[in-house]
C-alpha cells in the first residue's frame, strides 16, 4: 500500500472545512406523514 502523509495543512484543513459547510446548508427538511417507501398497496375490492 501506498504511505500518504498523516498530517494535512492549513490550506486543506480550511479548504476541508468549507466543503463540509457547503454540504450542510443543502439539507431538506424531513416531511411529516407517511413514509412514502414504507406505504402498503391499497387492497382490492
Known amino acids: 500500500m501506498n504511505k500518504g502523509k ?3 495543512g492549513r490550506n486543506e484543513i480550511l479548504a476541508v ?3 463540509l459547510e457547503s ?4 439539507k ?3 416531511p ?3 413514509d412514502p417507501m ?3 398497496p391499497g ?3
Open 6 to 8: 498523516k498530517a494535512i
Open 17 to 19: 472545512s468549507n466543503r
Open 23 to 26: 454540504l450542510g446548508q443543502n
Open 28 to 30: 431538506l427538511p424531513i
Open 32 to 34: 411529516k406523514g407517511v
Open 38 to 40: 414504507r406505504v402498503r
Open 43 to 45: 387492497r382490492p375490492r
